[in-house]
């Protein structure tokens, strides 16, 4: 099924990097500033379609695909893992990874022109800001998100919008009749690959998320299908006397369990199997939900929202790490990812409106919410 969509397209074997991962935290500018970025590359973007004709423009932007083409075919090839020792040439590199030099200086000058990479006076290209989060050594690599993204099962979905667009169903829906979980639990091929990713993404988001919120004022944190561990283990590192439990399906349960354990967290966090549309343990100061609330529909995200309202104690805390779509017509991540959502899982991204009136349906209260330098936010609410 899904499996033969994905199983037949082997992703290569990276090169040996060879050097000492990289350690470095990942830093990060203030969340305001980069809004008055994004503001600008908004007002900016309008300009330049008012100056070239109109066939021009749409061009450049359906061209986007070829790009994006580019940084997976790099990724997968492992083109970062061997430019972090220096510059080289193309052949080089094409020696390193196994390619074809005349077709990898063609693939890197695309790079260069996006700023992925940069090609030198002398001819080699080098590394820039952009491609260390290319490495798979790297603090925070993309490169597991990026293997995802560009297997034929996600492309083969994703240029079936015009047909969920039509129907308002899913891709997976109307090729196999069932959900985007019910796949993954069929093919471990394919979860196996969307698992990596969403680790790639916890760990792409929990800079972001410590960067704005002190996690130490609770006692008792619950983190509700909190995957594999690794945003708790981090919020517990940051937070040093306070206590976690996760609650996560068995499968991954027990892998957080190993998380925790190389954390040396052990005597302070507790792991529980089980489903938050089951149950959701109870006693905690804070209940976690990190990309959970965008995976299902108002009805499904309502149910997991009155599990967790019901396991509360009076003056608990509810926090929520999503994406808020922003009102007008500005650019924001949050608005291609809803498109993803619509095609494979049936979930949605929401604005500030829809979060607020969903969170009063099950009870809450939406306090406040706090962005971050990505497209994230942290939504706060509390009981009614």
């Given at each position: 099924?899904?499996?033969?969509?994905?199983?037949?397209?082997?992703v290569?074997?990276?090169?040996?990097?060879?050097?000492?991962?990289?350690?470095?935290?990942?830093?990060?500018?203030p969340?305001?500033?980069?809004?008055v970025?994004?503001?600008?590359r908004?007002a900016?973007?309008?300009v330049?379609?008012k100056v070239?004709?109109?066939?021009?423009?749409i061009?450049?932007?359906?061209?986007?695909?070829?790009?994006?083409?580019?940084?997976y075919?790099?990724?997968?090839?492992?083109?970062a893992?061997?430019?972090?020792d220096?510059?080289?040439?193309a052949?080089?590199i094409?020696?390193?990874?196994?390619?074809?030099?005349?077709?990898?200086h063609?693939?890197?000058r695309?790079?260069?022109?996006?700023?992925?990479f940069?090609?030198?006076r002398?001819?080699?290209?080098?590394?820039?800001a952009?491609?260390?989060?290319l490495?798979?050594?790297a603090?925070?690599s993309?490169?597991?998100l990026?293997?995802?993204?560009?297997h034929?099962f996600?492309?083969e979905h994703?240029?079936?919008?015009?047909?969920?667009?039509?129907?308002?169903?899913?891709?997976?829906?109307t090729?196999?009749?069932?959900?985007?979980?019910?796949c993954?639990?069929e093919?471990?091929?394919?979860?196996?690959v969307?698992?990596?990713?969403?680790?790639?993404?916890t760990?792409m988001?929990?800079?972001p998320?410590?960067?704005?919120?002190d996690?130490?004022?609770?006692r008792t944190?619950?983190?509700?299908?909190?995957?594999?561990?690794?945003?708790?283990?981090?919020?517990?590192?940051?937070?040093?006397a306070?206590r976690?439990?996760?609650?996560?399906?068995?499968?991954?349960?027990?892998?957080?369990?190993k998380?925790?354990?190389s954390a040396?967290?052990t005597d302070?966090?507790t792991?529980?199997?089980?489903?938050?549309?089951?149950?959701?343990?109870?006693?905690?100061?804070?209940?976690?939900?990190?990309?959970?609330i965008?995976?299902w529909?108002?009805?499904?995200?309502?149910e997991?929202?009155?599990q967790v309202?019901?396991?509360?104690?009076?003056?608990?805390?509810?926090?929520?790490?999503?994406?808020?779509?922003?009102?007008?017509?500005?650019?924001?991540?949050?608005?291609?990812?809803?498109?993803?959502?619509?095609?494979?899982?049936?979930?949605r991204?929401?604005?500030r409106?829809e979060f607020?009136?969903?969170?009063?349906?099950?009870?809450?209260?939406l306090?406040?919410?706090?962005?971050?330098?990505?497209?994230?936010?942290?939504?706060?609410?509390?009981?009614c």
């Open positions: 099924m899904v499996g033969a969509l994905i199983g037949g397209d082997r290569e074997s990276r090169p040996d990097p060879g050097h000492a991962p990289l350690t470095k935290p990942v830093r990060l500018p969340a305001r500033l980069a809004r970025v994004e503001t600008l908004t900016l973007h309008r330049r379609f070239v004709p109109p066939f021009a423009g061009l450049d932007l359906t061209m986007g695909f070829a790009v994006a083409q580019t940084i075919a790099a990724a997968r090839l492992g083109v893992d061997v430019l972090c220096g510059p080289m040439t052949a080089d094409a020696d390193r990874v196994h390619a074809d030099p005349t077709a990898v063609r693939l890197m695309v790079l260069a022109a996006h700023q992925i940069r090609e030198r002398d001819g080699r290209f080098e590394m820039t952009l491609s260390q989060a490495r798979s050594d603090a925070v993309i490169r597991p990026l293997l995802m993204l560009s034929p996600y492309w994703f240029g079936r919008l015009t047909d969920v667009v039509r129907t308002g169903r899913t891709s997976l829906e090729e196999y009749g069932k959900g985007l979980f019910e993954l639990d093919d471990p091929e394919v979860a196996r969307f698992n990596d990713a969403m680790t790639c993404v760990a988001s929990i800079p998320v410590l960067a704005v919120y996690f130490s004022r609770f944190i619950i983190d509700v299908g909190g995957g594999d561990g690794r945003m708790l283990t981090a919020i517990l590192e940051a937070a040093t306070s976690g439990v996760l609650l996560e399906l068995p499968a991954l349960a027990e892998q957080a369990r998380t925790v354990r040396g967290l302070r966090a792991i529980e199997s089980g489903s938050f549309f089951d149950h959701v343990p109870r006693g905690g100061d804070l209940y976690v939900l990190k990309h959970v965008h995976d529909r108002d009805d499904r995200a309502r997991i929202l009155r309202r019901d396991a509360m104690p009076p003056r608990a805390v509810l926090l929520l790490v999503e994406t808020v779509i922003p009102p007008g017509n500005g650019m924001h991540f949050g608005k291609l990812l809803d498109l993803d959502m619509l095609i494979f899982a049936g979930g991204e929401r604005t409106a607020s009136s969903l969170l009063f349906e099950t009870g809450f209260h306090d406040r919410i706090v962005p971050t330098v990505t497209h994230l936010s942290l939504i706060e609410a509390t009981a």
